[in-house]
């Protein structure tokens, strides 16, 4: 059974920084792509950023350059560093798995929210001026 935990989420000012992790269990993560997703007030749910089987990412354009994502095998845990804080980041953070098929590549991910079946209850990040 898959399980997805996040954690880090919190209340900062703007221009600061935070480090969400999520943390899985009761499957194979390694065959699995990896994203993260906000919820805000507005309608749908923005992918900010995902990342492949073999660690190659994809970020909104709205974040490049100051979000980070990235994944330990290992520990099993997403993570993503936020910099450079500003209202808009302001959400509930999702972090979401799917397993890849034998027919996608190790580099590819997505950050469209349809292509995923298992997601945490998320975290909360508030930004204030």
């Known amino acids: 059974q898959v399980q997805l935990v996040e954690s880090g989420g919190g209340s900062v000012q703007t221009g600061g920084s935070l480090r969400l992790a999520c943390s899985a269990s009761?499957?194979?993560?390694?065959?699995?792509?990896m994203a993260w997703f906000r919820q805000g007030l507005e309608k749908g749910r923005e992918g900010v950023a995902c990342?492949?089987?073999?660690?190659?990412?994809k970020y909104a354009e709205r974040v490049q350059g100051r979000v980070t994502i990235s994944r330990d095998d290992t520990e099993k845990t997403l993570y993503l560093q936020i910099n450079s804080l500003t209202p808009q980041d302001t959400g509930m953070y999702y972090c979401?798995?799917?397993?890849?098929?034998?027919?996608?590549?190790?580099?590819?991910?997505?950050?469209?929210?349809?292509?995923?079946?298992?997601w945490g209850q998320g975290t909360q990040v508030t930004v204030s001026s």
């Open positions: 979401a798995a799917r397993r890849r098929s034998p027919y996608t590549s190790y580099w590819w991910c997505s950050r469209s929210d349809s292509d995923f079946d298992n």
């Open positions: 990342i492949a089987a073999d660690g190659t990412t």
């Open positions: 009761g499957f194979n993560y390694r065959d699995y792509y």
